[in-house]
């Protein structure tokens, strides 16, 4: 039954492929982890009824999510269909857009389980789970169709069996279930445990890929891990529950975030430079870069609501201050005024 599916949805029209590329961004980590950022630092009380929890909580989800794909597919190798690393570029698309369409419809390493299932089925059905707008039998029926858009258009493209999307579904729910039991008490998400449990999954699966030789998936484990650590330790210390970043707390955080992730990418990616000839670019020594890189951009996402409050905070209590002062001297007699001419 698999394959008469895979061959059916592999035959799509030619004009439905580029749609598919896009939709399939749905589930990519890219949009999911860009989308939980935004979420955590923006949202409010009509989504949830404690944002910042519950965003955070979600983050903690996003990367176990990329733990257990890591893991899983270290641990079974199996490759990809024929041809999931060629795209045909459609002749009416701009060549300005050519290489991120390549890129969106293609995929490379390892196909089974399905990552994007996984993400998408973990991270939409973490905001189902969580959040508080609407019903939850409404939530639930969003995130699934989200879930199946994103499954069924891995395989149009032609870059997963149809069997690596079903169980990769099947191992997200089974990892949403285990966040649900581990990082939940009752109907209120503890982030902590959240980030502690990605840190555990991103170790576990750090083991397996060094087990099967996979450098490459060893420094995507590594990023779980430290970005995990990264925001167990500041849930623990962050202090009050501060209010949304606004828009230009936003782009600030936005332009530190990709800096700081944008060279655990390079380190992880591209490799380490010598450094007077006594770092070897070798994938331990990048994985002692691409830790604490993690950590420190999963460490600033979750404190990142927090240090935009304390700057607010520290202008209005400055602004205080100065009107303070004001009113003081405004208070205060004038040596030159009517006072000082009735004592002469």
């Known amino acids: 039954m698999f394959r008469t599916v895979t061959r059916n949805l592999l035959a799509v029209p030619d004009w439905l492929v580029p749609i598919a590329a896009v939709l399939t961004q749905l589930g990519d980590p890219w949009f999911l982890y860009l989308g939980l950022a935004l979420l955590y630092w923006l949202a409010d009380d009509r989504l949830a009824a404690n944002p910042r929890r519950v965003g955070a909580t979600v983050v903690a989800v996003g990367l176990g999510a990329l733990a257990v794909t890591v893991g ?54 973490g905001l189902a789970t969580f959040l508080d707008v609407g019903d939850r039998r409404t939530r639930r029926g969003v995130a699934a169709g989200v879930i199946v858009v994103v499954a069924l258009s891995r395989v149009a ?40 449990l990605a840190a555990v999954l991103g170790a576990a699966a750090t083991v397996v890929a060094a087990a099967g030789g996979h450098g490459g998936e060893v420094l995507e484990a590594g990023i779980v891990v430290g970005g995990g650590l990264g925001g167990y330790a500041v849930w623990r ?18 332009a530190l975030i990709a800096a700081v992730f944008g060279g655990a990418y390079v380190v992880a990616s591209a490799g380490l430079p010598y450094v007077f000839g006594v770092v070897p670019d070798t994938t331990p020594f990048r994985l002692l870069a691409v830790v604490p890189l993690s950590f420190a951009g999963v460490a600033l996402v979750v404190a990142w609501p927090t240090i935009v409050d304390r700057i607010r905070t520290g202008d209005a209590d400055e602004s205080e201050g100065e009107s303070v002062a004001d009113l003081i001297a405004e208070a205060e007699p004038n040596a030159d005024g009517p006072e000082s001419e009735r004592s002469e």
């Open 157 to 196: 493209l032609g870059v997963h069996y149809l069997a690596d999307v079903a169980v990769g579904i099947a191992v997200g729910l089974a990892g949403l279930w285990l966040f649900g039991r581990i990082a939940r008490t009752g109907f209120r998400p503890n982030p902590d445990r959240a980030f502690f």
């Open 72 to 125: 899983l597919k270290s641990l079974f190798a199996f490759p990809r269909p024929p041809g999931a690393g060629e795209a045909a570029v459609p002749l009416w698309l701009p060549d300005l857009l050519s290489d991120a369409y390549v890129n969106a419809a293609t995929g490379d390493g390892f196909g089974f389980p399905s990552g994007h299932a996984i993400g998408a089925t973990m991270v939409y059905g």
């Open 237 to 254: 210390v962050r202090g009050t529950d501060p209010a949304p970043v606004g828009a230009v707390g936003t782009v600030a955080g936005l």
